[in-house]
């Protein structure tokens, strides 16, 4: 069967993989052959006479000593002749067009970048920093100099802005003048940077992947969708395969392709890859096939799912002593690493090979040490505020009679009072006589 990239025609002569199989196979069991295309261009299938038609055919007519295509070995066809070891294993595939289905993007796409987890941890992350920075600013003696007359700026409304503001890669005040809150400050301004050069690189893939990703990803998208029509070869292996399935979804895609036969069953290999191109439908096929045409044509992939994993093996008649020796030969060609040769001259892709992995969110254990380094820069901004406090409250022991300790404890407590800005009232106080 003329079929690229098995056999094909160029000037006066055949050349194809099949071609070159069959010239190896000769070589090592030293035969002759001579090569004719099948009258009617079919591989095999039981006609509603029940005759067989295509190579099958033609083999138990006697009318070929062996058929040498891309020939599924299948049940059906072992009870009339007998195959070879498979030379090439496959499966059945769905072949579509790139653009073939459009994929809604939902709502809430911009938050794909990251994964829940870590936008939970995001999130966790912010409010903790900043409740620190408004604790380590009311701590230090530095962000303000008397906290029973004097407000401190870097209230938690404030501090929530001051971090949202770093967030968004903006310039906030108030801005920190004690050491242990420029601490916190520049670690927050870090973790934030690395974090939104993250989420942009992260979200860049996602948009260019989204033209690589379908929505069809295996036959049961395939049945559930309703914008492409999808068939296979009429009477070939891939459409009794589906007839005789118990597989639910394998019905309905039998029933489908059966009820609209005369639209989407189509007659050749080439026909369903024109139509594929040319308009919105998909075709089931040799998984084998449809990588072939994937990298001849870089507008058509083929879906991830493969089932029915089956083989290509020669055909001979039943009985024939030619099928063990063709099987070890091909066996044989198998382990010297030749079949594979011959797989990657012949399905040598025109496309730019894409080495980009299959894009998913960014989980949290992506991002583990820049979270460790914020927690780290949070503990080392809260011992500096205390280290400070400290300081202050030694000073100020030197110059009084209350010790260090008490004076260290009642400077806490004056700083961590609920009431944010104590600052005395100017307004002139009303005079009561008694």
């Not at 079919?42 to 005759?51: D, F, T, V």
Request: proline letters at 4%; hydrophobic letters at 40%; charged letters at 20%.
């Amino acid at each position: 069967v003329q079929e690229d990239p098995y056999v094909m025609v160029r000037s006066t002569e055949l050349e194809g993989y099949c071609m070159e199989l069959l010239q190896a196979l000769a070589a090592m069991l030293h035969f002759s052959y001579r090569v004719k295309v099948v009258g009617d261009g079919q591989y095999g299938a039981i006609s509603p006479k029940g005759n067989w038609t295509g190579m099958i055919g033609e083999i138990i007519r006697q009318e070929a000593d062996i058929a040498v295509a891309p020939l599924t070995v299948t049940s059906a066809r072992e009870e009339v002749v007998s195959f070879t070891t498979p030379f090439l294993q496959t499966g059945i595939g769905i072949l579509l067009r790139k653009d073939s289905a459009s994929q809604e993007m939902p709502l809430f796409h911009f938050l794909a970048p990251f994964s829940k987890e870590t936008w939970t941890g995001l999130l966790f992350a912010y409010v903790l920093t900043c409740l620190c920075l408004c604790l380590v600013a009311r701590l230090s003696p530095y962000e303000w100099n008397e906290p029973k007359k004097e407000e401190n700026h870097f209230t938690f409304l404030n501090s929530l802005w001051f971090g949202a503001g770093a967030l968004a890669l903006q310039g906030v005040t108030p801005r920190p003048k004690a050491l242990s809150v420029r601490v916190i400050a520049a670690i927050w301004w870090l973790f934030t940077l690395a974090l939104v050069a993250a989420y942009i690189a992260n979200f860049t893939a996602l948009l260019s992947a989204g033209s690589e990703q379908l929505p069809i990803q295996t036959f049961e998208d395939l049945v559930k969708q309703r914008e492409l029509e999808f068939g296979t070869l009429d009477g070939s292996s891939t459409y009794y395969f589906f007839k005789n399935s118990k597989n639910p979804v394998h019905q309905l895609i039998y029933e489908y392709m059966e009820k609209r036969r005369d639209y989407v069953l189509v007659k050749t290999y080439q026909e369903a890859i024109q139509r594929v191109l040319d308009s919105n439908y998909a075709f089931i096929g040799e998984a084998v096939s449809q990588d072939l045409a994937a990298a001849r044509h870089c507008n058509l992939l083929r879906a991830p799912e493969v089932i029915g994993a089956r083989g290509f093996g020669i055909a001979t008649p039943q009985g024939s002593p030619w099928t063990k020796r063709l099987s070890v030969a091909i066996l044989s060609l198998r382990e010297s690493g030749q079949l594979e040769q011959l797989r990657a001259k012949w399905w040598e892709s025109r496309c730019r090979r894409q080495t980009r992995e299959r894009w998913a969110p960014l989980a949290p254990n992506a991002l583990t040490g820049l979270f460790l380094i914020l927690g780290i820069g949070l503990a080392v901004g809260i011992l500096l505020a205390l280290l400070e406090l400290s300081r202050r409250s030694r000073h100020s022991a030197g110059h009084g009679q209350k010790s260090c300790c008490t004076i260290f404890i009642e400077e806490i407590c004056s700083r961590l009072q609920i009431k944010e800005n104590t600052r005395p009232s100017h307004e002139p106080s009303a005079k009561t006589s008694v």
